[in-house]
């Protein structure tokens, strides 16, 4: 387990919180798109917050090189944001993510450094300047026509998920049959890195991660999104909590299903059954899932029932 992922894990097991040099530390988690692969990546990062918006700096520690996370903001502004709250349990928020400029970014620079000068320290290791990112959170109840767009989206990315799922399963029939290069719609605004020069099994091995990956951030994604539902649809709790735990449900299969992948590299018939059995035990329930989701949810968000 690298450094990260025990802060990352830390933070979940103790709403927000964290010790050693973190310690007191404003922290967030943030996910993002690979701007590349699609695949989810979760980052902690020190916050400001200032109204209903969160802060994040791109700073990494004054490297020449901007963070990955936002190198991926910037080739897609969703974000899943966690944060401790209250209830004394991290709870994540669907975020839409604005690299400030001018003024409003030196002023708060300007109030993170006076906070924590170690970042004056990071800007005067590097000539690039560090990014300012204001994370908003989705606000359903300001625009009914933003619901109905959110209530669009979800049925549009059902759609590219049960298209992604058809081709696997009709690759992983005759893998010569896999295509170059993969990608969902919902996992990256970039396609997959290309394929070229790739075997078969290799190509088919892509083409299932770039499915899994793309699963995963729509999963990711929708349960921020959840946590707006519950604040302006109170009714629909006790639904979102069985999605929720279908997401986990899905997530542990997945996260199996991609250590198959990376024990049968060389696209043997026998190891080509093994995934199609594995891939077809993960996603057995996606399509009653998906089907649950939009007759209990695509109502409120069309603005059907109150």
Same mark, same amino acid.
């Given at each position: 387990?690298?450094?990260?992922?025990?802060?990352?894990? #830390?933070?979940?097991?103790?709403?927000?919180?964290?010790?050693?040099?973190?310690?007191?530390?404003?922290?967030?988690?943030?996910?993002?798109?690979?701007? !590349?692969?699609?695949?989810?990546?979760?980052? $902690?990062?020190?916050?400001?917050? /200032?109204?209903?918006?969160?802060? +994040?700096?791109?700073?990494?520690?004054?490297?020449?090189?901007?963070?990955?996370?936002?190198?991926?903001?910037?080739?897609?502004?969703?974000?899943?944001?966690?944060?401790?709250?209250?209830?004394?349990? +991290?709870?994540?928020?669907?975020?839409?993510?604005? +690299?400030?400029?001018?003024?409003?970014?030196?002023?708060?620079?300007?109030?993170?450094?006076?906070?924590?000068?170690? *970042?004056?320290?990071?800007?005067?290791?590097? /000539?690039?300047?560090?990014?300012?990112?204001?994370?908003?959170?989705?606000?359903?109840?300001? =625009?009914?026509?933003?619901?109905?767009?959110?209530?669009?989206?979800?049925?549009?990315?059902?759609?590219?998920?049960?298209? /992604?799922?058809?081709?696997? !399963?009709?690759?992983?029939?005759? $893998?010569?049959?896999?295509?170059?290069?993969?990608?969902?719609?919902?996992?990256?605004?970039?396609?997959? $890195?290309?394929?070229?020069?790739?075997?078969?099994?290799?190509?088919?091995?892509?083409?299932?991660?770039?499915?899994?990956?793309?699963?995963?951030?729509?999963?990711?994604?929708? =349960?921020?999104?959840?946590?707006?539902?519950?604040?302006?649809?109170?009714?629909?709790?006790?639904?979102?909590?069985?999605?929720?735990?279908?997401?986990?449900?899905?997530?542990?299969?997945?996260?199996?299903?991609?250590?198959?992948?990376?024990?049968?590299?060389?696209?043997?018939?026998? #190891?080509?059954?093994? +995934?199609?059995? #594995?891939?077809?035990?993960?996603?057995?329930?996606?399509?009653?899932? *998906?089907?649950?989701?939009?007759?209990?949810?695509?109502?409120?968000?069309?603005? =059907?029932?109150?």
């Amino acid at each position: 387990m690298g450094w990260n992922d025990q802060i990352i894990n #830390e933070f979940r097991e103790n709403n927000g919180r964290v010790g050693g040099m973190f310690e007191g530390v404003p922290l967030v988690l943030i996910t993002t798109a690979g701007v !590349r692969s699609g695949k989810p990546h979760t980052t $902690p990062v020190v916050c400001l917050r /200032e109204g209903g918006r969160v802060v +994040v700096f791109g700073s990494n520690m004054g490297k020449d090189r901007h963070p990955d996370w936002y190198r991926n903001i910037l080739g897609t502004a969703q974000v899943t944001l966690e944060t401790g709250t209250e209830e004394g349990r +991290v709870r994540s928020y669907s975020t839409r993510a604005v +690299v400030l400029q001018g003024e409003e970014r030196d002023r708060l620079w300007e109030r993170q450094c006076a906070l924590d000068p170690a *970042f004056r320290a990071y800007q005067e290791k590097t /000539e690039r300047q560090i990014p300012v990112i204001a994370l908003h959170p989705l606000d359903l109840s300001a =625009d009914p026509a933003r619901t109905r767009l959110v209530g669009e989206q979800l049925l549009a990315h059902h759609r590219d998920l049960r298209a /992604e799922l058809a081709r696997l !399963r009709a690759s992983l029939l005759d $893998p010569a049959s896999a295509p170059a290069s993969a990608s969902v719609s919902t996992s990256a605004s970039a396609s997959a $890195p290309a394929s070229e020069g790739l075997g078969p099994a290799a190509q088919l091995r892509r083409h299932c991660l770039a499915f899994c990956y793309g699963l995963q951030l729509h999963h990711t994604r929708e =349960d921020g999104a959840f946590t707006e539902f519950e604040r302006v649809y109170p009714h629909l709790v006790p639904v979102i909590t069985r999605l929720r735990a279908e997401h986990a449900v899905v997530e542990q299969g997945l996260r199996e299903f991609e250590e198959l992948l990376d024990a049968a590299p060389s696209g043997a018939d026998g #190891e080509v059954g093994s +995934v199609r059995a #594995e891939l077809e035990r993960v996603v057995a329930d996606l399509e009653q899932h *998906f089907a649950y989701e939009e007759e209990q949810l695509l109502p409120a968000l069309r603005g =059907d029932v109150g």
